[in-house]
């Protein structure tokens, strides 16, 4: 048994997150980097379909166009996100529990249960986003209410439309304040929703659930654990924040030096690139802080470890101790 299964606290948590992601880096970043290549592919897709489109002179009737596909992209950059997760999750539990773990058969993981983590996520994603999402749905609804044609693809429109239409810039400006504090409440509702959901996509990996009882299951384990996920999932943010703006120096240059002006593709693409390394280097740890506390509340709440040290000597479980699951 490994001599992690104890009850931790959360700078050991730390520890041995970042433990786990030193000693098998390449097993870690050959996981992420699969499928931060598969978010790659559909970005520069993304980018091909707006260079077909005529960025950045793009009619004004095919706003919407662009509007479609950046969610369309966002929508599946988020599942092939979750599915990495999934693939990080099950090479975690392997490495923490003392098992084998490998590139090919954390990533092949994911297939036989391929649709119950889509749906997972999904789910997931609706319950904590949704109001946020909606309120977003509503801003755009009335920036293309207020704002002339070509807003979204030329930002010169916009220098002149303060100008020209004034009192619909001021009308546009009252609208977008008042959801303001409603865009407050439902990010904070979101995270508060995500704490609760946050220990499903482990045990949907590891106990072989399905969604709605990932979901259930991790609502009742991560009591107890949330504000330490919560730091954990802001130290992680706070290294990504820190990487993308190294990264992002020439994204920051061009904005300085030509304000006002989109964005160049090639520039753009630059930034995707950037995007692939960051969720390559840092897309694990998250996912392994995540599975840690997924094994750690178990040990506090069920007595996890005294179950796998029954399981690693032959022995039978007690009728009172949970069923253990197939690793």
Same mark, same amino acid.
């Given at each position: ?48 379909? !707006? ?30 996100? #979750? ?13 923490? !529990? ?11 993981? %994911? ?23 909606? +309120? ?30 004034? $009192?619909?810039?001021?009308?546009? =400006? ?5 959801? *303001? ?10 995270? +508060?929703?995500?704490?609760?959901? $946050? ?6 990996? %590891?106990?072989?659930?399905? *969604? #709605?009882?990932? @979901?259930?299951?991790? @609502? ?17 943010? *706070?290294?990504?924040?820190? +990487? ?10 061009? =904005?300085?030096? /030509?304000?006002? /002006? ?8 630059? =930034? ?5 390394? @960051?969720?390559?280097? @840092? #897309? ?7 599975? +840690? ?5 178990? %040990? ?11 399981? *690693? ?5 007690? =009728? ?8």
């Amino acid at each position: 048994m490994t001599n992690q299964l104890r009850p931790l606290n959360l700078g050991e948590i730390l520890d041995r997150t970042a433990e786990l992601y030193r000693t098998n880096y390449l097993l870690f970043a050959g996981i992420a980097a699969i499928f931060a290549g598969a978010m790659l592919a559909v970005q520069m897709l993304h980018l091909g379909a !707006l260079a077909l489109l005529g960025y950045p002179h793009v009619a004004p009737r095919l706003e919407w166009v662009i509007a479609a596909f950046a969610v369309l992209e966002i929508m599946a950059i988020l599942l092939i996100a #979750g599915l990495a997760v999934a693939a990080t999750n099950r090479a975690v539990a392997w490495v923490h !529990l003392g098992q084998p773990a490998t590139i090919r058969a954390a990533a092949a993981s %994911v297939l036989p249960r391929l649709r119950s983590y889509l749906w997972l996520m999904t789910m997931v994603g609706f319950r904590a986003w949704a109001p946020l999402a909606a +309120l977003y749905i509503a801003m755009f609804a009335i920036l293309f209410a207020y704002l002339p044609a070509g807003w979204l693809t030329n930002p010169a429109v916009m220098q002149s439309a303060q100008v020209q239409n004034p $009192s619909a810039i001021f009308s546009m =400006a009252i609208g977008v304040l008042i959801l *303001a504090p409603f865009f407050l409440l439902a990010g904070v509702y979101g995270v +508060l929703m995500s704490l609760r959901y $946050s220990l499903s996509m482990p045990a949907c990996v %590891v106990e072989g659930l399905t *969604a #709605g009882q990932a @979901i259930k299951r991790s @609502i009742e384990l991560s009591k107890g654990a949330r504000g330490r996920i919560f730091v954990l999932g802001l130290l992680v943010y *706070a290294i990504r924040m820190l +990487l993308g703006i190294l990264l992002g120096f020439p994204l920051f240059a061009f =904005a300085i030096k /030509h304000p006002g /002006h989109p964005l160049p593709l090639g520039l753009t693409a630059l =930034a995707q690139l950037a995007g692939f390394v @960051i969720n390559t280097l @840092i #897309g694990p740890m998250y996912s392994t802080g995540l599975t +840690l506390f997924y094994y750690d509340q178990r %040990v506090r709440r069920e007595g996890f470890d005294i179950e796998w040290m029954m399981q *690693a000597a032959g022995l039978s479980l007690p =009728a009172e101790l949970p069923a253990s699951e197939s690793l």
